[in-house]
């Protein structure tokens, strides 16, 4: 009886909490697809799951076999009619509602089967339950800040401010409208400008840093020198110097050496803040190449430079690349030195510029988010291409961010 | 013996540029930062003083033979601090020759050469110089201002002066808002530490077995920390707005709320009798949000280098699975829990820009980083800056220091 009363209160919990997330997605998948009002009602589900609760519990009591399920599906649906529903909804919005509802209806299935509803267990059915709504949870509160900077970037700013749920990506658009945004940032606020200097200095951070870090990541590897040891663990300890700590100084410093206003002064703070992890990373990997491979060349009279070079370079190529694009994007995502040192518009970086052109009650929001996606989109393409690689270096050089 | 010391040498020239950058930009600023957190340094010092020289024509309608009136402007640039030893050198015309000029110049070769000895603070005076145009004068080649006057002069600079004082650190430690501001930064960096640390566990604990879209669910889980920190800041400002931001306006038209809630704008929020820091617990959502990637890496790769027998003897035993999550998983993934733990807070308690850009340090998230900002230039004062940042370091140093001491240590290391 406890048992029963027990498997009643876990059927009510999760469906309140699985139809709840469900709603919200089909809702938002809804208003992002036919541009319309919301398809549910939410003050309604808590009356909603109780007597869905009670009809599954019941039905599933009187039919022990599969059958019941479809019972149970018929039923959710019409109560959903009478009680969760708006009714000003249109053909395509069934479809949502049908679909919601057989994900619905499975979900808790799996977490009730007919199998083993007879002995309730507690833990087999909340752990299910646990990993399907997370794994709902995790990805769609990482999707939706992405998925709503693209769309209101597209947006025009009447329908902004007219419903700002808006979430339909506005495909009726002619292709200038489409992109009017992204066009007014390029030409208004000189983006393109600001994307050649950050890409700059990118790519001169990521040049200096492998060339200083690969011989010292050798040299910290392979050979045996007095501080060996201290070296190794101080590159830890630079890890931990807050940013905040150096650009008082730097900023005092670079002022009285007329260099601060410059794409300079970036190009040699960022190869000095990521040369430590790039070193990091590269010793580990340099470590783990066989050592007779260098042997063998040395005894065969290859001089040291000659075995780096073709030997353990050629051989380190996925950790070089991992570590080139880690700071690749250590360098176009910084935000910090690049606001302090900069003063000049023609210098500016794409943060510091979006921060400086586009943060501004007066710019419309839109321009804000097409800005944004320019600066997130080369990140996460770059990301994506490379994510075996970029996921070996973050775990191997315990990474900072 | 030979051999080593050959291949100990090559070390080092191969860690040279290595070591003499990380000294240049890393330890050099740490130093330099203790060393102005002793001087009373204001962001206008940075420029030393220097002389101002302005030069005017002030006769007109110019026949050879005429006098020339120049008037010259001498000034230190400096409200507070005198000059010494000024010279002054510009080129003059070569279609005049000087009549009267003032006491300390001379003119040789067409170059105009002044020496002064000291100029007080605020000196401002305006000196007229008189030439004569010479016979070959010609109106349409002569400009005064074809070159520029230029002047130096030695200054007493505070910047690298030796006198210390402990004003700045008093100026701090007198300040209310200070002491509450450690406040913050340790709630802040101890919540949204646990905050990344729990969505790490979970996360990685959902992605631990073997399933279609696994890869694709890891590269997801990895975006909010891959993406600029600026373009996410921003996005959630907005969802955030209280009157065009997607989120309120949601919470109103399903009447969740019946008026928009500022959540970047309430300091405090009245919450079972206590006052709830609500805008800090937004940013520590946004910290946990951005940040638990980085744990969810980590403790993936660790759980999946537990041994597998631990599980299948556990399981003959007939433990359930949350007693296999407590007795085995958890205990084995302390170490790298700890360590991330100590990472992630240091990362954190150094953090600037996701606070800066969420909310600028106000509705009481003003921690110690934005102090530092705060006080350098919105305050223009270098020296209290400095003295922020040097305590800042103070405390991570305690911090991590008490955590050697009581943390376990990691299995792996």
């Given amino acids: 009886m406890t048992n029963n009363i027990y498997q009643f209160f876990f059927i009510y919990l999760y469906s309140i909490i699985t139809l709840f997330l469900l709603a919200v997605i089909g809702d938002f998948v809804s208003i992002s697809i036919f541009l319309s009002k919301n398809i549910f009602i939410y003050k309604n589900i808590f009356l909603y799951c109780f007597l869905y609760a009670v009809c599954f519990f019941a039905i599933r009591i009187i039919i022990t076999n599969q059958v019941s399920n479809i019972f149970i599906f018929i039923i959710s649906l019409a109560l959903s009619y009478f009680f969760l529903i708006n009714k000003e909804i249109n053909a395509y919005q069934i479809l949502i509602i049908i679909s919601v509802f057989i994900a619905f209806n499975l979900l808790l299935q799996k977490y009730f089967t007919a199998k083993n509803f007879s002995n309730f267990l507690f833990e087999v059915s909340f752990l299910k339950f646990l990993k399907t709504n997370s794994l709902i949870f995790f990805s769609f509160i990482i999707i939706f800040p992405f998925y709503l900077m693209f769309v209101s970037s597209l947006k025009s700013q009447m329908v902004l401010l007219q419903n700002p749920t808006d979430l339909s990506i506005p495909f009726f658009y002619s292709i200038s409208d489409f992109f009017s945004s992204y066009i007014a940032v390029i030409t208004q606020y000189n983006f393109l400008n600001f994307a050649l200097n950050s890409t700059i200095v990118s790519f001169v951070t990521v040049f200096i840093s492998l060339f200083f870090s690969i011989p010292g990541a050798y040299a910290v590897a392979r050979l045996r020198f007095a501080g060996r040891s201290k070296i190794s663990s101080s590159i830890l300890i630079i890890y931990m110097v807050p940013a905040i700590v150096l650009v008082i100084p730097l900023y005092v410093i670079f002022s009285q050496l007329g260099f601060r206003n410059s794409l300079f002064s970036l190009m040699i703070v960022y190869p000095a803040t990521t040369i430590p992890v790039a070193l990091y990373m590269l010793q580990g990997y340099f470590k783990g190449i066989p050592y007779e491979l260098e042997e063998s060349a040395l005894i065969d009279g290859c001089s040291r430079i000659g075995v780096i070079l073709r030997i353990t370079l050629p051989l380190s190529v996925p950790a070089i690349l991992s570590v080139s694009l880690y700071v690749f994007m250590i360098a176009w995502n910084e935000f910090l030195f690049a606001f302090m040192f900069l003063d000049n518009q023609e210098y500016f970086t794409i943060p510091r510029g979006l921060y400086t052109q586009l943060d501004d009650q007066e710019v419309p929001r839109q321009y804000l988010m097409a800005g944004s996606v320019m600066i997130t989109v080369p990140v996460l393409l770059l990301f994506f291409i490379f994510e075996r690689y970029l996921v070996g270096g973050l775990t191997a050089g315990s990474v900072k961010g | ?413």
């Fill in chain 2, 1 to 413: 013996m030979f051999n080593l010391n050959k291949e100990a040498k090559l070390a080092y020239t191969m860690l040279i540029p290595t070591i003499s950058i990380v000294f240049l930009i890393i330890l050099f600023p740490i130093f330099g930062n203790f060393w102005l957190s002793f001087k009373e340094v204001k962001l206008g010092d940075l420029r030393a003083p220097q002389p101002i020289i302005k030069e005017k024509l002030k006769t007109k309608d110019i026949e050879p033979g005429d006098d020339i009136l120049i008037e010259y402007r001498f000034k230190n640039s400096s409200q507070k601090k005198p000059i010494f030893n000024i010279e002054i050198t510009d080129k003059i015309s070569k279609f005049i020759s000087p009549v009267e000029i003032a006491e300390g110049c001379s003119v040789n070769n067409n170059l105009l050469s002044c020496y002064f000895e000291e100029w007080k603070p605020k000196y401002n005076e305006k000196i007229i110089f008189k030439f004569k145009a010479n016979d070959n004068f010609e109106i349409d080649n002569f400009n005064p201002k074809e070159s520029k006057p230029r002047g130096v002069a030695d200054a007493d600079n505070i910047l690298t002066n030796l006198k210390f004082s402990l004003k700045n650190f008093q100026k701090i430690l007198q300040k209310n808002e200070t002491i509450e501001n450690i406040k913050v930064t340790f709630l802040y960096s101890f919540f949204a530490t646990i905050g990344a640390l729990l969505l790490g566990i979970s996360a990685a604990l959902l992605l631990e077995k073997n399933f279609l879209g696994k890869g694709f669910f890891r590269g997801l889980f990895l975006f909010p920390f891959v993406s600029p920190v600026i373009a996410v800041a921003f996005t959630w400002v907005y969802i955030l707005d209280p009157f065009k931001g997607f989120l309120n306006n949601y919470l109103l038209n399903n009447e969740f709320i019946s008026e928009p809630i500022f959540f970047l704008g309430l300091k405090k929020v009245d919450f079972l009798g206590f006052d709830f820091p609500f805008t800090l617990f937004i940013v520590i959502l946004f910290e946990s949000w951005r940040y638990f990637p980085l744990a969810f890496l980590f403790i993936l790769a660790r759980l999946q280098a537990i041994p597998k027998d631990l599980y299948e003897a556990s399981d003959i035993d007939g433990a359930t699975r949350i007693q296999q999550f407590f007795y085995i998983t958890l205990p084995q993934l302390l170490g790298v829990i700890s360590l991330l733990f100590i990472l992630r807070f240091i990362w954190n308690f150094n953090k600037f820009e996701d606070i800066f850009l969420l909310t600028g340090g106000n509705a009481g998230t003003r921690t110690l980083t934005v102090q530092v900002y705060d006080e350098a230039f919105a305050l223009s004062n270098m020296g209290t800056a400095s003295s922020v940042a040097v305590l800042i370091f103070i405390l991570l140093a305690i911090f991590v220091f008490i955590h050697q001491k009581i943390a376990p240590k990691d299995i792996e290391e």
